[in-house]
């Protein structure tokens, strides 16, 4: 899990988690509509994003155990809440991201390549459990 450190802001979150803009969208998307579960579809539908790309980041969102997954065919999604700390994260990123959607948006675009970034996820995680 991509546990919210307390002191972590929504702007460090975004930087070292989120891979995509449609990822953010998505996140947000969710935790706002929550309680509600959503298809592949609908979120496609609503992120203007084609079927097979929203339906890996919705299981980058679920390995970063920040939404949850449905065992219903079709497969739905929603936000999981996992303590107060990661909900007030979701509170400050939803509201950066209204407000500095240009900065955050070019903060992610110029990243490295999101293949890079799993590959030295993968590695940190390695090096935790040691």
Sequence with gaps: MIA???????YEFIYDNIDS???LEALILLWNSRPVWW?????ASRLYVPLHQVSQ???DLVRMQL???SITSPFKFSYLPKSEEQNELLVSLDNAYRKDLVRISTMIHSKTSSGVREFARAFQL???KK
């Design 4 to 10: 919210p450190n307390p002191g972590i802001d929504a």
């Design 21 to 23: 803009v449609p990822h």
């Design 39 to 43: 298809t592949c579809e609908e979120l």
């Design 57 to 59: 980041l919705l299981r």
């Design 67 to 69: 939404i949850a997954e």
């Design 126 to 128: 390695k090096q935790e």
